[in-house]
């Protein structure tokens, strides 16, 4: 581990083009969307869309990156994502794209998403000391952040001069970067025991390394939960802007920037330093600053959209130093042989609750409408927060410095 900084500093500098394309693209794609239908059905079909084969094939994926070279599988689904994107351009040149062709494009982003986050999460303890785990997840975060600030504004212009065929593009040069930077370094993989590979006995034991500790099986559920709420909300951000505060689709954008810088200054502040502050209760804050961001955004008049910023730079904040927190606590609790399957069951076990929620999302919208749907979920996401502060077992998870 002596040159992990440099080995990081070749990843991060791939990583960041790959998730500005990939968020450039993805905005634009919900841009045109919001606009061509105006329809919360349609946004949610397309996060499930998006969802769902990450929610399935995250019940297994895990096995195969703790088996598998883990570099080798990050290019493979990097390069597939890469493929399946141009398919779509060349359908929206000839003119013959339809919406259920986007709707099997972002399935199939997922599909290689589902390889590619467990394995990258999973190489890091790997690749650097303990003690940097929370920073470099911290980093992680700016990167992230960085292509949300970007990626709207961008992906708004873009749509403004040029079409979405065009666009799709850039996914495909920000994957043959992040291809190229990967092959310039090497991941080690984890020591594996030397007996027949077992499908089922690999899955469970993932499946026990989620719960092998006191307060560790409630660590999840509560994370899980609180996803069931935040993503039948997170969906509909461009239609709040575009029908309830009457915005367009600088608007739109000018939202998810807003999210981004929040979400940078998160990712930022977890990056500069190893803090002496339990990460437990960091989060457990972090649900109580989502949770009441939208029930107050859902309370807002129309003419109040500078406070629905500023509510949505808060959420920003939240989820960045959230998921610095969460996931630096997995490397810490879990050892590395197991981590991949138990971040890629994380990852199932998290967006399977979320779809059934995201099913109610349309009907919630249109039948009590946009506010009360915020109301709604921010009230049960503080109501989380607050019950997580109150298990004494989840608060020890991070009592050792």
């Not at 949300?148 to 666009?167: K, Q, V």
């Not at 929040?262 to 002496?276: K, S």
């Not at 989502?290 to 955004?297: D, H, K, P, Q």
């Not at 990852?347 to 929620?357: A, D, E, N, Q, T």
């Amino acid at each position: 581990m002596q040159n992990w900084k440099r080995t990081f500093a070749i990843i991060w500098s791939g990583q960041l083009i790959s998730i500005l394309s990939s968020s450039i693209v993805a905005y634009a794609i919900i841009f045109w969307m919001s606009i061509e239908t105006r329809s919360a059905e349609v946004l949610t079909l397309s996060a499930i869309a998006g969802m769902l084969p990450q929610a399935v094939l995250g019940l297994f994926v895990g096995v195969y990156v703790d088996r598998w070279d883990r570099k080798r599988t990050m290019i493979l689904a990097d390069s597939f994502i890469a493929l399946c994107t141009l398919g779509l351009a060349v359908l929206f040149w000839l003119g013959t794209a339809e919406l259920w062709h986007v709707y099997l494009l972002l399935a199939c982003r997922s599909v290689g998403s589902a390889f590619h986050v467990p394995a990258m999460q999973a190489s890091v303890p790997l690749l650097a000391p303990q003690s940097q785990l929370t920073r470099i997840a911290g980093v992680n975060q700016v990167i992230s952040s960085l292509s949300d600030i970007a990626g709207p504004a961008l992906g708004a212009l873009l749509l403004a001069i040029t079409s979405i065929g065009n666009i799709l593009l850039l996914d495909v040069l920000g994957a043959l970067v992040a291809c190229t930077t990967l092959a310039f370094v090497r991941i080690p993989n984890p020591e594996r025991p030397a007996r027949h590979p077992d499908l089922w006995r690999e899955f469970r034991e993932g499946f026990a390394a989620m719960h092998n500790q006191p307060g560790l099986g409630c660590f999840f559920g509560l994370a899980i939960a609180v996803w069931f709420f935040i993503m039948p909300v997170g969906v509909l951000f461009p239609l709040m802007t575009l029908n309830h505060f009457g915005g367009g689709t600088g608007e739109m954008s000018f939202v998810e920037i807003i999210w981004g810088i929040g979400a940078l200054a998160g990712g930022a502040i977890m990056g500069a330093r190893n803090y002496r502050i339990n990460r437990i209760v960091l989060i457990n804050l972090m649900y109580l600053t989502v949770g009441a961001s939208f029930l107050l955004s859902g309370l807002l008049p129309p003419t109040a959209f500078c406070l629905f910023a500023a509510f949505t730079a808060a959420a920003g904040v939240s989820s960045s130093v959230f998921n610095a927190s969460f996931v630096s606590v997995l490397q810490t609790r879990i050892e590395a042989g197991l981590l991949g399957r138990v971040l890629s069951l994380y990852r199932s076990f998290g967006l399977l609750p979320s779809i059934i929620g995201l099913l109610s999302t349309g009907f919630l919208a249109q039948r009590v409408g946009l506010t009360t749907t915020f109301v709604i979920a921010g009230s049960f996401i503080c109501l989380l927060g607050v019950i997580a502060f109150c298990i004494p077992s989840v608060l020890r998870l991070d009592s050792r410095k």
